[in-house]
Structures are given as C-alpha cells and as structure tokens.
C-alpha cells in the first residue's frame, strides 16, 4: 500500500470523475456509505446516541450522508453543522438537502460555545468537522469544541482524518486536534498517520477502498511505500533443496566490550535464526568464552585487546558484516574503526556505537561503502544529521543524508521508517513491547543474516524491519509489553517467518 499526499489526493478525485463518469456527490456517497456500513457492522442497530459534528467543506458532507445513511436505517442519531465559516462546498449543501428528506429535524447549527451538546460517555462521536482540506490551524469556538470532544469520553470516530490534523504537513498546535479512539480514512493512510508527533491522534485506522482511478495513482510517486505482511511475503526468498551452508552465507558481527558482551551474542543469535549459514563475532578477548559458551553454534574470533576492540581484522572474507553494537566509543576502538571502513567491500550495517563515532568524526562519512545500511534510533540520528524542526523536516534532512552519502538510514521508532534517496518505506509490524535492551542488536543480526543471503541491502533492511516487528509482535501475544526481552524477540523469529505464509483462515482459527 502506498501513501499519497493531499495533493494527490484531490487530483485523483478530479481524474476518477472525468473517467467514471460520475459526480463528485456520487463519490462523497460512494464514500459515506462505506463509513455507515463499517458503523453499521459494529454497531448492529443498537440505540446508542450518535453525534455527528460536520465541517462546512466535504468532510462535513461525508459526515451528513454517514448521518441519513444511519437515520434511515433506524439508529439514534444527532447531527451537527460546525458553522465556521458561511463557504459551504457544493456537496455539503446537496447532502444537507438530503438529510431533511429522512428526518424532520435539521441539523443543529453550531456558532459558538453554547451550542455545544451533552454527550455522555457512553455515546459516539463522528468527527467530520475538517478532513484533509484543512488549511489553518482550528481557532476559537471551533479549537474550543475539538478539545471539548477530547475531554468527553466518548468513542470517537474520526472520518478520513482527525480533524486539526494535515494530511503530509507538520502540526501547528497539538491541543487543536480531535484524538480519534479510529479513523477510517479514505483510499490511502494519510503520512500524518505514521509520525512521532502525529501518530497519537489516529492510534487505528481502516483505509476504505472508494474506487479512486488507479491507473492515475500508480503513475505517481507515492511519499512513502507501507510495509505489511502482503510486501513481505514478496521479498521472501525460499531456501532451496540442494544447498549448503556456504549458499546462505557467512555473518561477520562486530560487537561488544567488557561488561557489554550481550549485544554480541544477541546480533550473533538474530543472524542465525533469520537463516544465516555461518556466523563469527569478532570480540575483545574477555568476549571469547562468553561467546562461545552462550552460542555453540558461532565462531568466535578475537581481538588482541582484553576489554575493548582495537583492531578490526579477520582472515576471512564475510559476505556481511553488522558492527557497533556495544563497542562503545574509545580512542582505540575509534582508529579502529577508520581503518576498517577504508577497507570494507562487502554489505555493511552499522549501528549504537559506531553511528556515534561517525557523529563524532563527521570526517569518517566519507569512508562509509555505498549502500551500507544505518540503524539509528532518533537520538543516534540527531546526532548524526543534527536537530530538526518537525518529523517532516527530519525526514527531509534524513533523505539529504542518505542521497549525499548513498546509504541506507532506517530510522528506528514506532513506525520505523527506512529512508532510501528519495525513497521511504514504513514498517508497520511491532509493539511498545520492544523498546527494551538489546532489540536494536537483534535488528542488526536480523539485517545481517539477510544481506548473507544475498538479500540486497534495501531488501534486507525492509524485510529485516518486518519480520523483527512481526517477532516482536508474536512473541508479545504470550509475554505482554512489558515482559518482552531481546531474547524473546530473536527466539520468536522462527515463527515469525511461519505466520508470513499462514492462510487468514488459518489464522482466524487460531484466534
Ligand atoms: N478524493 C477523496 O479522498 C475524497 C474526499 N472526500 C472528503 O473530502 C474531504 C476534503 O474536503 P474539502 O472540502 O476539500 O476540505 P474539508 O472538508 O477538510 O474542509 C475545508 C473547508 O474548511 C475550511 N477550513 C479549513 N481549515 C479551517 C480552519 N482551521 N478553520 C475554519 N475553517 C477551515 C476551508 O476553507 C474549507 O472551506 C476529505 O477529507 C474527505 O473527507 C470526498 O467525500 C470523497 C472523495
Ligand atoms: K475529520
């Protein structure tokens, strides 16, 4: 799936009724039906209070056909107009006409704080009041009624998107946004959907096919592409029958310093189960017993340095190699790390600790081999491309990086996001859960074990995301949040690439 902008948006709208021969009322319909059938399925006629608060533009018109939609079909509805402004769209006026057609009550015109209705806790809040037309940030009696909405503890029901929210631009005030408990946006997940400072407002969300012209949506470039389970299964490659280890490839991980072992044997593990055929961790001395204790299965190769890395030197040639996880950042370990970024060839990813000593030694960068993959979480990436304004300039900012120096960043978080060029791909697996020691060690060995495989590092770093997340999320159904270790996550990894091809029927047994 793939996300488009505002822009986009209203140009496919103009496209789709010139092609289908149709009017813009009949797509508003076609648009509110499905809102009303997806209530309609919940709600199963019960009598619960539905309050409907409609914009002036064509979200309040969509809101108006949800609300005759629902009075026809018996439900205990009250409609609103928020009277912002007296430019009511042409299809807002054609929807108000109908409503009175069902109903003997108009909506009630809302002016100002006075009008503002009883709801209680048990009723249903339909915000229709702005969708993507929003062009100012909401003021007065209008921001008083959205933050009026929040306190009630009502069920909210967000239609396309909460209103106060842009679709793709940053936020002007966080307490002038309507927070949707869901959102049932129309044809694309909206970019706001996905970021740090916006994602709270619309938690859910369902995306209603409403018959856009597709032709037109797959000629443009999208913002960003949506990674879930139907991408995933795409990048799968199936190992073959007659193969040996060597076919799978052979992980090199760089990691670890005295009391910071972990990190090594985490990222070791993660190559393993995501299919490496061969791993060797290249440790401090005090690593070796550790290592080779706690993971039979590896090689372990160590440094001459006792607690730190001071060489990074193997005489055997990796097809991937993860490095910085746990290194921490001495002046050894940093000469060190020059040296073998002027040398590497092969797929790199680097993460923790040598993302920092970049950040520190900025003159490093331009060693770093192209297509290298960088796992920063946000506050590695701060340092790394310096502060930023708003999540969209940070993506900006991120996307100047990758260009200038042709790599990969993967900016860890909620939604992780892998920045590309010009290219964003969102991951959408994983939980709360994760945000714990060790889950970005286990990324690294993840990226890795999939570059051994000849995955190519784009590949790697999009379907690592995924199926990390999908572990995360497998292995949260038995432990909870906040149970969930590192170890949980790489263990899960084996089921992880089950579920990629469980049937949903399959599936739905099994809930
Ligand atoms: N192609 C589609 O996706 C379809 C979308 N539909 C729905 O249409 C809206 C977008 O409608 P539009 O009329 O362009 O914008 P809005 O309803 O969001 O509101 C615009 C309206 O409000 C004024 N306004 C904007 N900001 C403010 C503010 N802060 N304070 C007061 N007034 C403001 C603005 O000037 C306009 O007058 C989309 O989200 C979908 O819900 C179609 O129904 C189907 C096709
Ligand atoms: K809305």
Sequence with gaps: ?????????????KITLEKQQITSAELMERAGEQVFQWLHQRLNAAQVPIHIFCGIGNNGGDGLVVGRLLIQHGYNVHTYVVNCSDKRSKNFLINYDKIKNVSKKWPALMKSEADFPQINSEDIIVDAIFGIGLNRCPDGWVKKLIQYLNESNAYKLAIDIPSGLYANMPLDNAEAVLK??????????????????????????????IGLDESYLNSEEPLAQIISKPQAQKFYKPREKFTHKNTYGHVAIV???????????????????????LVTAYVPKCGYQILQNSLPEAMVVSDKNETILS?????FE???IAIGMGIGKDEITVSALKHFLS????????DADSLNILSENKKLLKHIPKNAVLTPHPGELKRLIGPWKNDYDKLEKTKKFSNKHKVIVLIKGSYSITV???????????NPGMATAGSGDAL?????????????????TVFGVYLHGLAGDIAAQDLGYEALMAGDIIDAISQAYLELFTKPEEEEKGQ
């Design 1 to 13: 799936m793939k996300i488009f902008s505002a822009e986009q948006l209203y140009e496919a709208d």
């Design 180 to 209: 949707a408990n869901f959102t049932v946006t129309f044809q694309t997940p909206k970019m706001a959907f996905f970021l740090p400072e916006t994602a709270k407002f619309a938690p859910n969300f369902d995306v209603i096919d």
């Design 255 to 277: 990691a670890g310093s005295y009391g910071k072992m972990g990190a090594a044997v985490l990222s070791s593990t993660a190559a393993f189960r995501v299919g490496a055929g």
């Design 311 to 315: 060489e990074i030197k193997f005489d």
């Design 318 to 320: 990796p097809n991937s």
């Design 343 to 350: 040398e590497v060839k092969v797929p790199l990813i680097i």
């Design 420 to 430: 590309y060029g010009d290219k964003l791909y969102v991951n959408t697996s994983g």
């Design 444 to 460: 690294s060995g993840v990226i890795a074990g999939l570059l051994s495989q000849n995955y190519d590092p784009l590949l790697a």
